[in-house]
């Protein structure tokens, strides 16, 4: 399996744009994480979703945030209109069902919006 | 709530010496713990984690941990450092049949040659 695959890798857009995020599981995987990371706030979780559900958006920041898995193998995560504080490194991170899994993490998209 | 401690912000140590890094969970019940690591500009990459059983755990590169449960600890240790280990590391907690991670803030490792 070639892993988490996230797209893009690098994103640049201007303030008030709209920024779509992408990412595909690991195929198998029922769990699809969305973490942020910043220097400020180190890592943290924005969602997850269960067999494409989403289970826990408390950590989406603002309504401007959302995200979606309309099947097992892919996911977006939108911003829309996206701000300067919003730049960041997001990351994608899927699991499978069981005791003993754990996160595997895609290379992240860098977003920077100017 | 789960959350995970870690001692330090930034370490900078040099080459050969040895490494511990601290990791503290909060959470009452049975759990996963696991060590990330991330290398400057890329991903989380697993090095090392602990399901059940021997309570010391070893990883890729050398790295190994230690759960103590009595203390609700889950450090990280290597006994000589290379300059390659420059990176950030990142504890990281789940339940027992529980479905999120809680990662801690990180630890910036900085090995000088």
């Known amino acids: 399996d070639a892993g988490v695959i996230q797209s893009p890798r690098h994103e640049v857009t201007e303030m008030g744009q709209e920024v779509t995020l992408r990412c595909k599981p690991i195929?198998?995987?029922?769990?699809l994480f969305w973490y942020r990371q910043t220097m400020m706030r180190g890592l943290e979780l924005l969602i997850y979703f269960n067999n494409n559900v989403p289970i826990d958006d408390s950590g989406m920041p603002e309504d401007r945030f959302s995200a979606k898995m309309p099947n097992a193998s892919f996911s977006t995560l939108k911003i829309q209109p996206s701000e300067p504080r919003d730049s960041a490194v997001y990351f994608c991170a899927s699991r499978q069902t069981g005791m003993n899994t754990e996160a595997f993490f895609g290379q992240g998209t860098r977003l920077t919006v100017v | 709530a789960q959350s995970v401690s870690q001692h330090n912000h930034h370490v900078i140590l040099s080459e050969a010496a040895s490494l511990e890094l601290g990791c503290n969970y909060s959470y009452g019940g049975t759990v996963n713990l696991f060590w990330y690591v991330q290398y400057p500009g890329q991903h989380l990459q697993l090095l090392l984690k602990?399901?059940?059983?021997?309570?010391l755990v070893k990883g890729i590169k050398g790295f190994e941990a230690e759960f103590i449960k009595s203390k609700f600890s889950f450090n990280l240790r290597k006994p000589s450092v290379q300059w390659s280990d420059t990176a950030e590391y990142f504890c990281a907690v789940n339940a027992f049949y529980g479905q999120n991670f809680v990662f801690g803030p990180g630890t910036r490792l900085s090995v000088l040659p």
């Open positions: 602990y399901f059940s059983g021997d309570p």
């Open positions: 195929s198998g995987h029922d769990y």
